[in-house]
């Protein structure tokens, strides 16, 4: 049996797509400018915070990183709303995104804290700097130098789980390819259109990033 695509039709609703796109890479912007925040404060604490936030945060940590996303994006829309917490799609996939990404940002920030040389800290203490300068001058653009790559990889994995909150009818990428096959039923091209159209925005976002991050966070 002779198989016959038909790409055209697929691509014919191109502004579908394009919003489905757009949406993708809003979501990414948003969780991963959110998330990179949220992970350094949360990795200082668990670095050099007291006990009590020590704990708090590595029970967060590891209840994130031990639960798939689409439950805790599921949790966030359909669950809060029992406790009179009501969000529209977009603001869960956003809270959602960036709790997933802030709990690995977390510990691959804390990872290249561990590797700061002692000998670095103690040369600050003696030029008098602050416990905040220390921090953000001298521990966090080298620590943040070291886990880059790997920090890279975790933001390009959760612009690739942002598929999954079309479940919760954000119109994001897969959204728009799901659609576009129950318009058309071109199931199969719709699918391999919306796959290359991620491993573009997965290869550009890692080249933004592998730019962005010598240049914005930990110099040259």
Do not use: H
């Not at 590891?62 to 917490?85: K, S, Y």
């Not at 994001?172 to 129950?182: C, P």
């Amino acid at each position: 049996m002779r198989i016959q695509l038909d790409f055209p039709a697929v691509l014919a609703e191109w502004p579908l797509l394009l919003t489905g796109v757009c949406w993708t890479i809003g979501l990414t912007a948003v969780a991963t400018v959110i998330g990179l925040v949220v992970g350094v404060a949360f990795a200082w604490s668990r670095a050099s915070g007291p006990a009590w936030l020590k704990l708090v945060v590595g029970s967060y940590v590891e209840l994130i990183r031990n639960t798939p996303f689409i439950v805790q994006l599921f949790f966030i829309f359909f669950g809060l709303p029992a406790a009179g917490v009501k969000l529209t799609p977009e603001t869960a996939a956003v809270i959602a995104m960036v709790i997933n990404l802030s709990a690995y940002a977390t510990e691959i920030i804390r990872s290249g804290i561990a590797a700061t040389p002692p000998g670095q800290i103690e040369a600050a203490q003696s030029l008098a700097m602050g416990r905040m300068q220390i921090f953000t001058r001298v521990v966090l653009p080298p620590a943040l130098a070291k886990v880059w790559t790997a920090m890279t990889g975790q933001i390009i994995i959760v612009m690739l789980g942002s598929a999954v909150c079309g479940q919760i009818s954000v119109p994001e990428l897969s959204y728009a390819a799901n659609l576009i096959q129950s318009r058309n039923f071109r199931s199969f091209e719709a699918s391999i259109v919306a796959t290359l159209v991620y491993l573009v925005l997965a290869i550009v976002l890692r080249r933004l990033l592998n730019w962005a991050g010598p240049r914005l966070l930990f110099g040259r």
